[in-house]
Structures are given as structure tokens and as C-alpha cells.
């Protein structure tokens, strides 16, 4: 990547670990909330990193950023996790430059998810830019891709119907609550967490059952009242957990902590009780499992259920990767021309010494100069001849290494070193 002029280091890279090869626990260890991203990123910065993003969600962790050997970024999130390098290393995977500029498509446009069509990964892409930008690790390199694969997931979603319907874990936990609970109607729901994942599987229960028997508790009250005064539910406090999980049928956990919040103290049920835990890591306690009347359900188990809405999205998979190769390779366009950005950056730096002096020399010699009228009418020549340079080397291909050493010899140009 350094000559693309872009970052002081070789290589461009994606390192991470998804629910391809590593279950939730393994995905609980290397989880990262807002607080340990944005201490990663520090550090990062601290030792000379200077681009990078850091994604975090219940399918995957990953870190793009550029570095002189993938080794850097895996140090920089095992520091900054549970998880171990050799834990790491035994599921993770590494991207390099063009992979890993594909891969990054591939995620952020949903063909990467764990349920197909899902887009949640691209708030959480654009939350990882800003919160990159304003640590100073956002470099114009990461700022186009990162746009570039917005636009390819915003075309993939109106263009196509892969996201047909509503494709998400909390989609998925709904269906699961349809297919394996009879009388829907008639059972309480209890939602513990009203993080993102909660607001989306209460408004997915309501849109998808009709169900008012829903109760909604949140560490923090007034988030869960925001979410029930739009949709007319009841809200108990914290203290009350315990005596809810009594009285409910199914317990539905998304409260995004980085250790259980669910153990089986809490849990004293005499009637069957469904848990679904959509938490990574997670946030029911394994223990939990072994009580009776209680059945727990992983949020990997509900990405595994499939039905024929997920079936016919598969058919639109060759139209998104028709979109993601041309925004693509408009990317990669543009990647081309930062090679020749430090010689017209070199070329305008001698203009403008030319012109100065030129102008210089002229208010000295002629009475009544106009200097700030000339100034105008030389700074957009300048700007003219150097785009039509710039022109000249973005559309020849074979021969622009050969333009570039003609046009610094001809102008004597010096290069700014990085």
C-alpha cells in the first residue's frame, strides 16, 4: 500500500474471527464493547498505527487497518479482550490489501452474515468509522472504502431483494417463538435489555404477533419507557427481574454485558420457560440450562434456522455481487490514481513557486499592477494544467509510470518523503 501514498506502513489488512469457525464463546472472549474499541484504537495510535477500524458484533470481531505484519493488530486485540493469541489464531482468519478489501464488501453488503441479507453490520460499520475519526486513525483510505461500501449495501438493498422481509437475529428469534410456542397469544413475554438488538426484537414481536402480553426491563429505566410508550407495554424495574422471570413463559435476554446477567439463582420457575439469549457474549449463564422446565436458546442456534423467505433470497446473491464488483472497481480506480497524487501535488507546489515569483517580478516593474487579479487568473491555469495531467495519467494504463518520471524531470520536481 505505500505506493498508494496512503499509510507509512506495507500493507493493508483485515484480521478477525467470525461465527464461521468460532462459536459464542470464543466470540465472547474476543467481544469488544465501546469502551475497550476505543482503548484498542489508543493504543493503536500510541504505537504508530494510522488507520484503522474496529467492528464488534454478535457474529464477528475484526480489525482493518494497515501495519507492516498482521501480528500487530492481533496483539493490539488480544491486549485489549479476554481472548488469547493462540485462541485466536486456532479460528481467526487474515485478509490482505485486495482480500481484504473484498471481504470488508462482503460483510458490510450482508453476503457475509450469518443470516443472509442481514444490514445491521452497516450502522455498526459507520459507527466504527466516526468513533475511528475522532481518535485521528480515520486516513481518506479508510474514509472512500468505508463509503464506497455503503453505497454498494444501499443499492444491494433497494436493487435486489435480498433483504426481502426482515432479516435479522431479531427476526429470527420471533420465528423461533412462532414455530416452537402454540398459543402465542395467550403467554408472557418478558425482554431483558433494550439495547439495539431488544428495540428490534420488541418491534419485530408486536409487528409479528400481535402481542401485547410483553414486559420490557431495562438496567436503565427510562430507555425501556422510550420503547414502551411507543408501543403501549409495561415497564418493571431492575429489582423486580427476578419476580418477572416467575411469572413469564418466554424470557428473551439482549443486554449486551460482557459477563452473564442471567444465572441460575435469578430463575425460580415451576412452569415451562423458554430463554432465548441473544447476547455475545452471553449474557445466560451455561448453568442455567440444566434447570428444569427451563429450554435455552442461543442466538447461534436461531441463525440456523432457515425458512423459504431465506431460501429465495439466495437467488439475488449473483445480482449483489454484480453491484459490490462495480463499486469495487471504482474504488480501486480511484486507489490507482493516489500513486500519482505526490507528483501533481509536486507539480502545483512549482507552479505556484513559478507564479509567485512571476507576479512578484511584475508588480515591480510595471505601475498600477493589479497582483490580486493576476493571482486569480494564474491560480486557475495552474488548476487547469494539472488536472489535464492528472487526466493524462488516470487514463494511461500502460505507460503512466513512465508519464510520472517524464513529468519530474521535466519540472524538476521534488517528492515529499512520508
Known amino acids: 500500500m505505500q505506493r498508494y501514498h496512503i499509510s507509512r506502513h506495507n500493507s493493508f489488512y483485515t484480521i478477525g474471527l467470525s461465527y464461521k469457525k468460532a462459536d459464542a464463546d ?17 493504543q493503536a495510535k500510541a504505537e504508530g498505527i494510522d488507520g484503522l477500524l474496529v467492528t464488534s458484533t454478535c457474529n464477528r470481531t475484526e480489525l482493518h487497518g494497515f501495519a507492516q505484519h498482521p501480528f500487530q493488530l492481533i496483539k493490539l486485540l488480544c491486549d485489549n479482550t479476554k481472548g488469547t493469541v493462540e485462541e485466536f489464531q486456532a479460528v481467526a482468519y487474515v485478509h490482505k490489501n485486495k482480500e481484504a478489501i473484498n471481504h470488508l464488501f462482503r460483510v458490510g453488503t450482508g453476503l457475509d452474515s450469518q443470516i443472509l441479507g442481514d444490514f445491521e453490520i452497516i450502522s455498526q460499520l459507520k459507527r466504527s468509522f466516526i468513533r475511528s475519526k475522532k481518535i485521528g486513525l480515520a486516513n481518506p483510505f ?5 463509503n464506497a461500501v455503503i453505497r454498494a449495501s444501499k443499492r444491494i438493498k433497494t436493487e435486489t431483494q435480498i433483504s426481502s422481509g426482515a432479516t435479522s437475529v431479531a427476526f429470527a428469534s420471533v420465528q423461533y417463538i412462532l414455530k416452537e410456542i402454540p398459543d402465542i397469544a395467550n403467554k408472557d413475554i418478558l425482554l431483558f435489555g433494550t439495547g439495539k438488538i431488544g428495540r428490534n426484537t420488541c418491534e419485530n414481536l408486536i409487528k409479528h404477533t400481535d402481542h401485547s402480553h410483553v414486559t420490557l426491563i431495562n438496567r436503565t429505566r427510562d430507555k425501556a419507557e422510550k420503547i414502551a410508550g411507543k408501543f403501549n407495554l409495561v415497564v418493571r424495574p431492575y429489582s423486580e427481574l427476578a419476580s418477572e422471570i416467575r411469572k413469564t413463559d418466554i424470557l428473551i435476554v439482549a443486554t449486551g454485558s460482557q459477563s452473564p446477567t442471567i444465572t441460575k439463582e435469578l430463575i425460580h420457575n415451576k412452569k415451562p420457560l423458554l430463554i432465548l439469549d441473544l447476547s455475545i457474549p452471553k449474557n445466560v449463564s451455561n448453568e442455567v440450562a440444566q434447570l428444569e422446565h427451563v429450554s435455552l436458546v442461543h442466538l447461534d442456534d436461531l441463525s440456523k434456522i432457515t425458512d423459504e423467505t431465506l431460501e429465495r433470497r439466495k437467488a439475488f446473491i449473483p445480482q449483489a455481487e454484480e453491484i459490490i464488483e462495480e463499486i469495487k472497481s471504482e474504488f480501486s480506480q480511484w486507489l490507482e490514481t493516489r500513486k500519482f497524487a505526490p507528483v501533481i501535488n509536486a507539480l502545483k507546489k512549482k507552479l505556484n513557486s513559478l507564479k509567485d515569483a512571476e507576479l512578484d517580478y511584475q508588480s515591480k516593474k510595471l505601475a498600477n499592477f ?13 488548476q487547469k494544467i494539472t488536472r489535464q495531467f492528472a487526466n493524462h495519467l488516470k487514463e494511461s494504463d500502460h505507460n503512466a509510470e513512465d508519464s510520472l518520471e517524464l513529468i519530474q524531470k521535466v519540472f524538476q520536481l521534488e517528492l515529499d518523503s512520508k
Open 26 to 42: 470464543i466470540r465472547g472472549r474476543f467481544s469488544l464493547d465501546e469502551v475497550s474499541a476505543v482503548a484498542l484504537l489508543e
Open 142 to 146: 479508510l474514509e472512500r472504502l468505508c
Open 370 to 382: 493589479d497582483s490580486q487579479q493576476a493571482d486569480i487568473v494564474s491560480e486557475r491555469i495552474i
